[in-house]
């Protein structure tokens, strides 16, 4: 077997002849090839035991250097695995992790705190494809490498009732700090493609993620209780919302207590014509806070940044600043809605009513429209301070005959056509909140790594 140390180079050292770079958190010292762990790239073997051998050497290596796992190209067949911390999975640019569609290759896992139960049933649910918990410093990335989740058996099962615990995601992170999720390409998940959870410090960019539009869940990134976390530059096609922000399921999610916070979301491509570019919930019963949306395209998409809440779901959503919207082919632009229901078991409270204020959108252009907004609070629970600024929606050849339905809401607006319906009447500034000072993740910036190519030859 080759040696786990058979590339080696500094943190800093320029470019390698014959070498691909990427972005990471950190560079590593050590390097090696799934194959040195024999590793079969024939799309038939399962390299379960490839992966998790590789990564248990591998991790030995966290205090002197780290050390990066080399995806060579071929086809990696696998079960669900387990990262380490201080470590990078690269996968190559024409490489191919397939996701075993045999549930025995995916271990049961307890449900999350703050959801009390699987999301797609109660109980146990299938731990994620690539997976980890309690970690520090860890890079998933590559050259547009591959993750395959080879999702039709799981939606078909799933569709037909047949699964008895949740399914698996692509990715999922817990309880981690200094995350990286980068330049890849992600298809046909069995459900969400990327989780984080409970994690601080997460940088995911540059990810383009598919999946048919018909596909149940097939949410494209998902930020769950995460706080300073950087989404920028990800192209998503989806059966579900293409990123989804939230925290925690009704009374778990209450008792957890904590919020998403201190995210940005930035340059955006969505396509999803039965869901959101942007979700605010539905599980947002630990609070969402701060959350910054610039430079958004969506096309052929159900709606833009849609808030969903319910009574019984408590927590928050405010603070929420939205600029710079492009949209084609939309079935709303602006749409919260109060009755959401979905709830996790008969023990929600009933009096616990969420807190919906302070959400601005402001430089928005709209076309192909059916209907401009749907705007639905609570009864005994307005949602308030609601700013619209700069906004121009023109409508589709047959578009619905209300085009601001509005109950239980309250804000003001400025330079917005169609005309906005009453409870949004109120004069606004030229323009809607939008924070001038950064957030801290934005000021992360990510070091040029080296991937030595001979030995992938």
Known sequence: MVSIISILYSINQSTLPGSDTYKGLNCRKHSALLTDFGGKGDGVTLNTKAFESAIKKLQTLANDGGAQLIVPPGKWLTGSFSLTSHFTLYIHKDAVILGSPNLSDYPLIAPLPSYGRGRDVEGPRFQSLIFGTNLTDVVVTGGNGTINGQGTTWWSNFKAGHLKNTRPYLIELLYSVNVQISNLVLVDSPSWNVHPVYCTNVIIEGLTIRAPVTSPNTDGINPDSCSNVRIVDNFIVS?????????????????????????????????????????????????????RVEDTVAINTQSAVRIKTGIGRGGFVKDIFVKGMNLNNMKYVFWMTGNYGSHPDPGFDPKAIPVIKGINYMDVVAVNVNQTANLAGIVGDVFSNICLSNVKVRLSQTPSKIQWNCTNIQGVSSNVTPQPCELLSGKGPSGCNFPAKALPIDGVKLQTCNVALPLLL
């Open 239 to 291: 059966g579900d919302d293409c990123i989804s922000v939230k925290s925690g399921w009704d009374q778990y999610g209450i008792k957890y207590n904590r919020p998403s916070q201190h995210i940005v979301i930035r340059r955006l491509t969505c396509i999803s014509p039965d869901s959101a570019a942007i979700a605010l919930g539905s599980e947002m019963s630990g609070g969402i806070q701060d959350i």
